[in-house]
């Protein structure tokens, strides 16, 4: 979108404006947040910062608050990912947006990400489910291997950042599992649409500038690479949530392609991460965890009413 607030196509569907909020969600974050949505408050009608740390005072998010067009909105805590996307996706549908387009703080929408999300889900046509850009890392500048192609794709699931929601898919879906807390919320959602009758979209001709974790350089054998050097609580989550969604949806082409990522990652978690007993520890706990689980119905992703 050009100009804050000017509709796209039409003027309403269904009682709701045909403008897009965004949610940005912040922990702890860093000044390159202010730099994120400042580049992408031209392109939405409004953003909405959703603050998963209240308990700390940020001056980075007090400048947040002096942007014209955004919203910050203060958690009690820090309440995981789900719940804090959650809170601000209600915000948005609630100011009469029918779509919106979900970021990690550390993600930063180039000029025409939104517009081309946008269009691809019109394109698509009845079915489209979420949809969400090819991704850029935010530290080498390439486009990752799987990310790239051209046109709309159909994809089993997407990752949370970059991601658009249309009103009438998350009244179809529901919104995040909040008992997830963080990582595979994004799977999950995703399987969850694809389960419903839903086409998950890729738009390579759409990138997003992404960061996957600390970006942590090591070098060996004179080549450079990154490695995520995820805390022993996300190794936690990450382990845990992989075997729930293995029960809630089986074994299908999104477990192999997670399992070559699993791989990749954890050979870099033995060979060259930091504080790996406690990761590995993490990890022992989260697969017990994940076969225990037991889903009562007031953890049920909530829908969205009309």
Request: cysteine-free.
């Amino acid at each position: 979108m050009t100009d804050r607030g000017e509709s796209i196509g039409d003027a309403t569907n269904g009682g709701h404006s045909e403008t897009v909020g965004a949610v940005v969600l912040a922990y702890h974050p860093e000044a390159s947040l202010i730099d994120n949505i400042l580049a992408l408050a031209p392109q939405v009608s409004a953003v909405f910062v959703v603050n998963n740390s209240p308990d700390v005072e940020s001056a980075v998010l007090d400048q947040a608050r002096t942007i014209p067009g955004v919203e910050v909105i203060d958690q009690p805590g820090n309440v995981g990912v789900a719940a804090g996307f959650n809170s601000g996706m209600r915000r948005a549908f609630e100011a009469g947006h029918r779509y919106v387009i979900i970021f990690d703080q550390d993600s930063t929408a180039p000029d025409g990400l939104v517009d081309g999300l946008v269009n691809a889900y019109r394109a698509f046509g009845p079915g489209a489910g979420i949809v969400g850009p090819a991704l850029r890392s935010g530290v080498t500048g390439h486009v990752f291997h799987r990310e790239r192609g051209s046109g709309i794709e159909v994809r089993e699931t997407l990752i949370s950042s970059g991601a658009l929601f249309a009103r009438e898919v998350v009244e179809r879906i529901g919104f995040h599992d909040e008992s997830l807390f963080i990582d595979y919320v994004d799977h999950d959602i995703s399987l969850r649409a694809g389960r419903r009758g839903l086409k998950n979209l890729k738009a390579f001709d759409v990138v997003l500038d992404h960061r996957f974790g600390g970006a942590v350089p090591r070098r060996i054998f004179g080549r450079d690479f990154f490695v995520a050097d995820y805390t022993p609580m996300r190794q936690y989550y990450m382990s845990r949530n992989r075997v729930i969604l293995i029960r809630r949806y089986g074994f299908g082409s999104w477990f192999w392609e997670d399992m070559s990522y699993f791989v990749k990652a954890w050979a870099k978690v033995l060979l060259f991460e930091e504080d790996r007993p406690r990761k590995i520890a993490a990890f022992f706990r989260g697969l017990r965890d994940g076969i225990r689980y037991r889903r009562s119905s007031v953890d049920r992703p909530a829908a969205l009413t009309t």
